[in-house]
């Protein structure tokens, strides 16, 4: 399976942007599978962070502290993507946003927590200014 994550970019504090991640391929020819997708994010200097996550086995969704009531994730099944839509973006938002996804049939927020994952995509930026 691979990752691919787009949409960071420079932002002004209050404003808003939309990460997008879309999977393909297969685990050991199987593309159908239970999942769990979400976002990691690392500032220079500090903890890599779950973010927010999404577990296709049971549709449950979960935000860190840092982010809830100002992103929300959502799934597109037919293509394989999710998009986090970040709003009220603040300058501590900066940071590289890293999409994850594994074969997974537990629930979202466990997932965000084990930072342990099948496939890593590529950082995308997204830097908040004040």
């Known amino acids: 399976v691979q990752l691919q994550a787009s949409g960071g970019g420079l932002v002004q504090a209050g404003g808003s942007r939309n990460l997008s991640c879309t999977f393909s391929g297969s685990f050991n020819g199987f593309t159908s599978f239970f999942y769990g997708i979400g976002w990691y994010r690392q500032a220079p200097g500090k903890h890599r962070e779950g973010v927010s996550c999404f577990s296709s086995a049971d549709l449950s969704t979960y935000y860190s502290d840092s982010v809830k009531g100002r992103f929300t994730i959502s799934r597109d099944a037919a293509k394989n993507t999710v998009v986090l839509q970040m709003e009220s973006l603040k300058p501590e938002d900066s940071a590289v946003y890293y999409c994850?996804?594994?074969?997974?049939?537990?629930?979202?927020?466990?997932?965000?927590?084990?930072?342990?994952?099948?496939?890593w995509g590529q950082g995308t930026k997204v830097t908040v200014s004040s």
């Open positions: 994850v996804l594994s074969r997974y049939k537990g629930g979202a927020e466990y997932f965000c927590l084990i930072n342990d994952y099948d496939v």
